[in-house]
């Protein structure tokens, strides 16, 4: 099954992508690796979730946040190389998760996005990774994700 | 225009790049890939910005020193290639804000950044970027900014 | 002499490698590039280090803790290449320090990873580095440390 058509079957839809109005990128390729810009938990051009886990938002929150953030990646992923089927591998998830003092479950929160890519993706979107706690990020945003994935050349 | 001589059209003047004392470097390049360390908003060997945004610092102070940050990182890319000339693409921006609590405008902070490198680089400096906010900086810098660039083979 | 060696001529243990439970991994080759996934201060299974640098931990502590992660990082390398002797280059270390409000001394605790990797490394071990301050990490670690690292291809 095409990775698209599998997003589908796992109950998500892959969202358009919206370039950002400021001076960069969704995403840049060089050579074979594609660099994408930290995604945020947008949706149908709302940000879906702000406010900090441990305080405003819930753990299942956090999650369902990783996951949009996912998609918006793939979306990234697909206007650069066309087809989600050209990613080689995603190579590396880095995750920055707005954080009340006192919560120490990032890791968690982004298992839910690494659970989505290996889903997406199969051995493939196996990852190394980077979760960390952040006091605030743009906009409020509960979680930023940013991802490097191997492309056909 | 060579874009050494126009950083200094806009007004701003490329500085001479300092050695870290510590067992690190400015800048390591791989292939054709230049990783840039953390740079932080030191001008004329001393620190021009420190504290937070959206506490001892107001948002123009921080895109002030994103831009700063920006210089150091186009020195560390002389340094290495010689001529800013021979930098291909600017891949990637990583941009931490020392944030305090309730500020969330870190995307604002760092659009400074990315219109000086478009400015600098043209379309070539149109990178992927991931702007955080983080809780404390080393020296109470009130920006830290690292990047990857594509230099010529 | 061997690095592997080098680590015990030091005073330290190449720890195992243990492979998380999630679906990510430790480490991630593409081309000749090899990205490790953040390290926490793991030894013998248990987190060794827990709380913020200026509140529950000194710099000492902390600095400490640095080390192990570039332990574990090593560990990663090792069992991504075979052999530490097979990495090229230390290319970029990424460090975020636990931190409470008001510390801002991030660059002298990584400093101990920065010079450990020179010790093991020699002039292949000095990288370029971020270091930063965060609110909170994963099971309350006091730091962890990704890193990039050019192997034999």
Known sequence: MK????????????????????MYLPIVQTGNLC???????????????TGKVGEE????DA????????????????????????????????????TANGFDQQHIVVNAASELLFQIFG???????TAVGVNQLPMDATIEIELIAEVEA
């Open 3 to 22: 990775r698209e058509e599998l997003i589908k079957e796992l109950g998500y839809e892959l969202p358009g992508m919206s370039v950002p109005a400021a």
């Open 35 to 49: 660099f994408v810009s930290g995604q945020i938990p947008t949706k149908d051009g709302k940000l879906a979730y």
């Open 57 to 60: 938002r819930t753990l299942e």
């Open 63 to 98: 999650q369902a946040a990783a996951r949009i953030c996912v998609l918006n990646a793939c979306a990234a992923l697909k206007m650069q190389v066309g087809d989600l089927d050209k990613v080689k591998r995603i190579v590396k998830v880095q995750a920055f998760v707005a």
């Open 123 to 129: 051995e493939d979107g196996r990852h190394a990774r």
